[in-house]
């Protein structure tokens, strides 16, 4: 995209992703074979050259973004939730009381990491040598990772989409750019929608499968294929027994194949159409119908190869996603730029403290 389209006032900014699945593989192909030899110790540098190579692939008003994240970093949040996990798992075994207070100790420092990690995120990403930044306060942690998840819990899930709905317009709503904060006005009942959906899809998509499943059986029991001996089932008849079994799981992988892209299209339209930065505002319209395509190619692709392929898959998928969305700025966005540069060179850096783990993988 040429300056002068980027100067043009108010002009619709199209997000642009230009990796390509046979230099992304190289680079996957080498942070997997590392990862291994190192028994994962590799994997906190291999997040960070992915990382990277995704965000500098990244365009929008021609320029990329980019991660500044450090590995060791990486690799202290990483020690820090195996160490987590390990507790979770090993405390029950000893004692229950112990295993009870693990998992009240991991409910009550959970939502600090996530915070934190939220911030080194952020605080490791740019666009135009200017970093983002994440605003949220603790207390707003403790509602979103614990008091929220507790609610549903308790509801039977009645409140997951308005849990969602929260999760979201927190993160957003502390998110900044600069000095400029992001918005956030989706509203609840949006987020109900998506997942009544999703139920729907689900529903229809499981009916389906089971009507397919019953004629399977009805038609081996047709064909003699179960005996009824006294000595139990026949090795045949456990070969037909496993074969149903494996039908019935891999339609169930199936089905997810059409639940997933259908909330993740929904749900990143209906999150970045109702997120704004300041007085720009951003545009999302991936097709459910198309990334439902993506996933489903995909996960043939990567069957047949072996899971070769999943670096080319994910290249499709984050073409897919990325190249719907667009920004939508109010003026010059160059003026805008310079503008944070401004304000951040004034005020200063305005993150308090150093972030220095990242726990998300």
């Given at each position: 995209m040429t300056q002068a389209v980027v100067n043009q006032g108010g002009s619709v900014q199209q997000f642009q992703f230009t990796g390509a699945g046979g230099e992304y593989f190289r680079i996957w192909i080498v942070n997997l074979a590392l990862s291994v030899i190192t028994l994962g110790i590799y994997s906190a540098w291999a997040k960070v050259r992915r990382?990277?190579?995704?965000?500098r692939n990244t365009a929008v008003a021609g320029a990329s973004f980019d991660y500044h994240g450090d590995p060791v970093a990486i690799l202290k949040g990483r020690m820090i939730a195996l160490v987590l996990v390990l507790v979770y798992n090993v405390a029950p075994s000893i004692n229950p009381i112990l295993g009870?207070?693990?998992?009240?100790?991991?409910?009550?420092?959970?939502p600090w990491l996530l915070l934190r990690s939220l911030k080194f995120r952020l605080h490791n990403t740019s666009y135009r040598g200017l970093r983002f930044a994440f605003h949220g306060a603790t207390g707003g942690a403790y509602r979103v990772f614990l008091l929220w998840?507790?609610?549903?819990?308790i509801t039977a899930y009645l409140l997951g989409p308005l849990w969602h709905q929260r999760f979201k317009s927190w993160q957003h709503?502390?998110?900044?750019?600069?000095?400029?904060?992001?918005?956030?006005?989706a509203k609840a009942g949006s987020f109900y929608g998506v997942y009544l959906g999703a139920l729907l899809l689900f529903v229809a998509v499981a009916a389906v499968t089971g009507a397919a499943l019953i004629m399977i059986v009805l038609q081996l029991q047709a064909l003699g294929m179960f005996s009824h001996s006294a000595g139990g089932p026949s090795p045949h008849d456990l070969r037909k027994i496993v074969f149903v079994g494996f039908f019935a799981f891999a339609m169930m992988i199936f089905m997810s194949l059409f639940v997933w892209p259908y909330v993740t299209a929904?749900?990143?339209n209906l999150v970045w159409n109702h997120t704004s930065l300041g007085p720009h505002r951003f545009r999302s319209a991936v097709s459910a119908r198309r990334l439902t395509w993506v996933a489903l190619s995909n996960f043939f692709l990567i069957a047949l190869t072996l899971g070769l392929y999943k670096p080319f898959a994910d290249i499709r998928l984050a073409r897919c996603r990325l190249e719907t969305m667009a920004l939508l700025p109010?003026?010059?966005l160059d003026e805008f730029i310079a503008a944070e540069g401004m304000n951040?060179?004034?005020v200063g850096d305005?993150?308090?403290?150093?972030f220095d783990f990242d726990i998300a993988l």
């Open positions: 990382l990277r190579y995704f965000y009870l207070v693990a998992v009240v100790a991991l409910g009550v420092v959970m998840p507790v609610l549903t819990f709503s502390h998110s900044a750019f600069g000095a400029t904060r992001a918005s956030f006005d929904r749900i990143q109010v003026g010059s951040v060179a004034a305005a993150v308090g403290e150093f």
